[in-house]
């Protein structure tokens, strides 16, 4: 972008005294539920209300999601969801889906990922035998194994319970 001259060069370099990579929110699943509870907790405090708790298929939801504006849009998103609950359950509004808005993924990576994600979620999580995921992939099941922890998925996901 310095190049482009998108990006401030002297501001590039006062940035860059110390780069720190960090993956992006879809590849990073598992925070999903700490920085929900940070947001509610935060918005919840502000706005006087008390919420405490997430309905499973709520957090599966947000964990679904591409999250293309990353933890800004999740953010955003919770402040809304705070503001629009009534009770003790947050209230997860619709959250836009990339194909009405025409967001493909971006990579290659990105769309094995998702097209991984479907074929679990279709064969409700199941990876290996004759009606798994792995099969209906194509795939040996060490080599799905190996694609999801690449892709950041986890058996562990469809489980996921979460309790404020």
Known sequence: ?????Q???????????FPIALP???????????????????YGARMS????????DG????RRYSWPGNIRELQNLIERAVILTKG????????PSWKMNGRDPVTLEDAE??????????CNWVVGGTHGAAARLG???????SKMQKGGLSCGMAQSRFAM
Not at 11 to 17: E, G, M, T
Not at 29 to 35: F, Q, R, V, Y
Not at 59 to 62: C, F, G, Q, Y
């Open 1 to 5: 972008m310095v190049a482009q001259k």
């Open 7 to 17: 990006f401030r060069m002297d501001l590039y370099y006062r940035l860059d005294v």
């Open 24 to 42: 992006p929110l879809r590849r990073r699943l598992d925070d999903i539920p700490m920085l929900v509870t940070h947001f509610v907790a935060k």
């Open 49 to 56: 209300k008390r919420i405490s708790r997430i309905s499973a």
């Open 59 to 62: 957090m599966e939801t947000l």
């Open 88 to 95: 003790d359950e947050l209230y997860i509004p619709p959250l």
């Open 113 to 122: 990922r998702d097209h991984i994600l479907k074929a679990l979620e279709d």
């Open 139 to 145: 795939l040996p099941r060490t080599t799905l194994i």
